[in-house]
């Protein structure tokens, strides 16, 4: 007989050893157990199943997760999800290669890359058209390369531009603005290329290439050196290669605009928004989001209010800001914002839904950082100076949205604590001076800057 082993939680238990237990039905879903009243034999076959993708995960998790990220490419949300469980197995997500990738999601070192199937405007027959020009002559040296091989009227310039902004060319050019200018001009010889062909006509390259067919290094030098190149041109910014990538893949691949102060913002949101539907109705939370889409709704009073699309680095979700909170937010919620949004869990037909109370841009926030000595925390008398001193520098409650966050030194090792919301200040600088002044060595910091 399979014994099931788990370790007990409030309302569920999360599975360490896959079986059937003697005395229990069971199904697992989303790696948790829950009652149900199906038979045994039922139970045994979705242990054994899960005994099998444990196998697979453990021992094959490169191939195990380019699997579960290609069966589930239609849902946006689980995508997210095993996108930020392969970051916690250490594989990274890459954006599709032009002369590597597959239809679906592909294995490489220790590394996934995009498949071309999930491409925004690369249609099934672009794709086979692709693979077919690289089986056949190798790999693509460069964009002029790539569109003299490739049938254009399979692959067209919309599909090319969806490739190039997505990433697909970084490996020959890492310059996409260049990539992009360099296709309005590359795109049409490319094509009278192919009709010269197609009509029996040739340049001096052609023929060339005819005579010296076994130098492939050659004909692509000189097929390089035959087509038009525009003038250079910077980058785009990365904000906005991020933001293509977004819409055409669907995800931030190559970064996340997030990814930058992730260490930093677990101070103020220990919990991610996959936690949020396991939190209690009533407590204030906080989340570091991109504010992905606002819809801006009116009550039957007229009033304004707004449902937001949000993301963090490992899932996306829906957040609502009601009419109350909406007049004093309302300027802020602007797409592409990184954020910091406070408010609470409430309960809709059995379905969390986040209610923002509060929000500010990432790019203001400070962080006031005190450092205290073991000797000092664990004193009664000096917590109590500190406390008083950070009530008097929080204000009015609505102000006061520094928060501050103790730092205890010991001798190997430092430890943060996020101070709760009733005692951040108002005033950063105020409060940096008066707790240096009371033998608290402080100083402030951009949450963007740490």
């Known amino acids: ?44 076959a979705y242990a054994y199943v899960t005994y099998q993708t444990a196998y697979l995960k453990a021992n094959y998790k490169l191939e195990y997760m380019a699997a579960l990220l290609t069966a589930n490419s239609g849902d946006t949300d689980k995508v997210q999800k095993y996108i930020a469980s392969c970051t916690s197995l250490d594989i990274d997500i890459e954006p599709p290669d032009i002369n590597v990738s597959q239809v679906d999601f592909t294995p490489l070192g220790k590394k996934i890359l995009f498949g071309f199937s999930a491409v925004r405007n690369v249609g099934q027959n672009a794709i086979a058209c692709i693979l077919e020009a690289r089986n056949e002559g190798g790999s693509f040296q460069s964009l002029a390369d790539f569109c003299d091989r490739v049938d254009l009227r399979a692959v067209n310039r919309r599909a090319l531009e969806s490739l190039i902004y997505c990433g697909a060319f970084d490996k020959i050019e890492s310059n996409r603005h260049q990539l992009i200018k360099d296709l309005e001009l590359v795109y049409d010889w490319a094509q009278s290329r192919a009709r010269d062909r197609a009509s029996g006509q ?21 097929k390089a050196f035959d087509a038009p190149k525009a003038n250079p041109v910077p ?7 991020l933001r293509k990538e977004k819409e055409l893949l669907g995800f931030y691949v190559s970064d996340h605009p997030l990814k930058s102060i992730q260490q930093t913002a677990r101070y103020l949101a220990p919990i991610n ?35 937001l699309q949000i993301e963090d680095l490992t899932a996306q979700s829906e957040a609502v800001v009601f009419p109350k909170y909406y007049e004093h937010i309302g300027s802020l919620l602007q797409v592409d914002t990184r954020l910091i949004i406070w408010g609470k869990i409430e ?34 008398e000096e917590r109590h100076r500190l406390r008083t001193i950070l009530k008097e520098h929080s204000g009015d409650k609505e102000k006061a949205k520094v928060p501050v966050i103790g730092i205890i030194q010991a001798v190997n090792s430092r430890q943060a604590v996020l101070l709760g919301r009733n005692f951040w200040v108002q005033d950063s600088i105020s409060a940096f001076q008066a707790l240096n002044n009371a033998g608290f060595p402080t100083e402030v910091k951009q949450l963007t800057g740490t």
Do not use: W
């Not at 492939?216 to 030098?221: D, G, P, S, V």
């Not at 980058?235 to 906005?240: A, M, T, V, Y």
């Not at 991109?290 to 304004?304: A, F, H, I, Q, R």
């Open 347 to 380: 309960r809709k037909d059995d379905k969390p839904q986040f209610i923002v109370e509060d929000a500010e841009q990432v790019e203001t926030v400070q962080l006031v950082m005190v450092e205290l000595t073991p000797q000092q925390a664990a004193t009664v």
């Open 235 to 241: 980058d785009l910014p990365q904000p906005e290669k």
């Open 202 to 222: 040739g340049n001096l390259f052609d023929f060339l290439d005819g005579i010296s067919n076994n130098n492939t290094a050659n004909n692509k030098a000189r």
């Open 273 to 307: 928004l996959t936690q949020f539907g396991e939190q209690k109705e009533g407590i204030m939370l906080c989340a570091v989001v991109m504010l992905n889409g606002v819809k801006k709704v009116m009550t039957k009073k007229g009033d304004p209010m707004a449902i």
């Open 1 to 44: 007989m399979v014994k099931i082993i788990t370790r007990k939680s409030l309302g569920t238990q999360n599975v360490y050893d896959i079986g059937v237990s003697s005395d229990h039905n069971f199904v697992i879903k989303d790696g948790l157990i829950a009652s149900n009243c199906f038979n045994k034999s039922h139970s045994t």
